[in-house]
């Protein structure tokens, strides 16, 4: 077979060549990293988990009218995807305080906030992601004010989405990433979600115990990374009944 081109590789997934014009494929890596990069480790299962999340809430999104990259899974670790101009910022949006908001203003995690906030960050490992305004935005060229107000629109949406489907499991979506992507229809422009929408780029607390369940777990050294995804994976009805439960077809004698 011939071997596909690689068009990039970032920390947790490579991009290859797709079969059609306007494609791409997405390959999940076991990579898990922390810091921008500083801590790094490899967690087996890591990208088949990911790559099926990633899969159901892409769908779903794309179900109520939710655009994004999404078009196919093709096996354990790859996907079909709409190949887009990445928006080099990092939409956030924050319904209960953790992580950086608790670090920067001082609030207690787990404080819920008034209304979700939305923000944005560059996507610049080197120099640590660093928030922006939206005037940083604008001047810089990365996005129009229309953009942004079409992004913000669309972050609202996936929040809505993505909190009703972990309320449903008992899970409360504390905050998220999303990355952004343009797409050319003719002349027309359209933004579209892209990357992917996983336990790596949301924080998911136990709504009884608190128990974390997303990339925390590694950032913070709390347990396995693999089982809290497959506990999630599990509550959504994801994973196949016999895998992990010990309990396979047994001879009868
Ligand atoms: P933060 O509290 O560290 O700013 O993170 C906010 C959300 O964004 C959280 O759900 C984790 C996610 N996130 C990423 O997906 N990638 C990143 O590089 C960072 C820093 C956060
Ligand atoms: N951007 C971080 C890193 O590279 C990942 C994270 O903390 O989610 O390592």
Known sequence: ????????????????????????????????????????????????????????????????GVPTHFIKRLNMREQLIRSVEIIPLEVIVRNVAAGSISKRMGIEEGTPLPRPIVEFSYKDDALGDPLVPEEYIIAFGWASQQDLDDIVALALRVNDFMSGIMFGINIKLVDFKIEIGRVFDGDFQRLIVADEISPDSCRLWDMKTGEKLDKDVFRRDLGDLADAYTEVANRLGLMPKNIGSGSGPKLVN
């Open 1 to 64: 077979m011939a071997r596909r081109k690689k068009i990039y590789e970032g920390k947790a997934k490579i991009l290859y060549e797709g079969p059609e014009p306007g494609t791409l494929v997405q390959y999940f890596k076991d990579d898990a990293t922390a810091f921008n990069a500083e801590k790094k480790a490899t967690i087996e299962g890591k990208g088949v988990l990911n790559n099926r999340l990633s899969e159901h809430f892409m769908t779903g999104l794309n179900t109520i």
